[in-house]
């Protein structure tokens, strides 16, 4: 979600999923849940016309922005000098990043469209080693959703395999008052603080396979859901399989697949 200090200037586009936020103080309370400490650069997704921006401006941090709408683009370049040579007119989703910080350690930040932000999540993971902190507005049910621990009704996919990675921590709720246009829905602000030990004990396309299809039945115990691993019988009757996915934690997921990684291998 872009954001915007005066709505006259940039159109809010429907199609880029484009709701501007007009609250001084929430853009500031944003751009101040990152730690600033352990890289020299933040990106910051969709900054619409920098209500962010010129926050993240007053950091020790060198800040880039990236994106896709071109009249938030040359409003950005025409009032924002010092930020000019470092706005990228890119698709944060298709864009190799390393073009930029030719792999430095970079936080992200931003007001997130909603109809990417699991994406954008899904490329942060992916760049893991590069990115030690990301805060974020989406909808809020997104934001719950990555930071909800084993046992809530919206612990799934998104939660397991971030928190794999990363210290997750719902912030704040944002309500639609505070946008223009206003969304139909609450947003809400998370942080992600990569966890100092990272690396898995398993093989992590294994871990994201094993997550992804005991939650498409979720309501089945892994015993069944898991069936099309071809997962040998001894292994199967493994206390942990009568488990149903949301009962177990990221450290038990990691388990799981350990245990499944080394009977596939016998």
């Known amino acids: 979600m872009a954001q915007n200090a005066n709505q006259h200037q940039v159109k809010a586009k429907k199609y880029l999923g484009q709701h501007f936020l007009n609250d001084e103080s929430i853009a500031e ?7 600033f400490k352990g890289y020299k650069h933040v990106l910051e997704i969709g900054p619409g016309m920098g209500v962010l921006t010129k926050y993240l401006l007053k950091k020790e941090t060198t800040t880039h922005v990236i994106e896709i709408d071109p009249e938030s683009v040359e409003y950005l370049k025409n009032n924002y000098l010092n ?12 864009y190799n990043l390393n073009e930029v910080f030719e792999n430095e350690p970079f936080a992200i930040i931003g007001n997130f469209p909603y109809n990417i932000s699991t994406q954008i999540v899904f490329k942060t993971l992916e760049m893991r080693d590069q990115i030690p902190e990301f805060a974020g507005m989406f909808q809020k049910e997104v934001a ?5 621990k084993e046992g809530s009704k919206v612990y799934g996919i998104l939660s397991v395999l971030t928190q794999a990675f990363y210290d ?11 946008f ?11 942080l992600l603080k990569r966890k100092e030990n990272y690396t898995l004990s398993c093989s992590e396309d294994l871990l994201f396979k094993v ?46 697949t350990t245990l499944i990684e080394n009977d596939l291998n016998n």
Request: charged share 25%; net charge positive; aromatic share 6%.
């Open 29 to 35: 309370k944003i751009a101040n849940s990152l730690s």
């Open 83 to 94: 930020l000019a040579d470092r706005v990228i007119e890119q698709d944060f989703l298709k």
């Open 144 to 148: 719950q959703r990555i930071c909800s």
């Open 168 to 178: 997750a921590e719902y912030l704040f709720t944002v309500p639609p008052s505070v």
């Open 180 to 190: 223009n246009p206003p969304p139909k829905v609450e947003s809400g602000v998370l």
């Open 211 to 256: 997550v992804k299809t005991a939650f498409q039945q979720r309501r089945k115990t892994l015993r069944n859901s898991l069936k099309t691993l071809n997962l040998s019988d001894n292994l199967r009757e493994d206390s942990i399989f009568g488990m149903r996915p949301e009962q177990l934690s990221v450290v038990e997921f990691i388990r799981l």
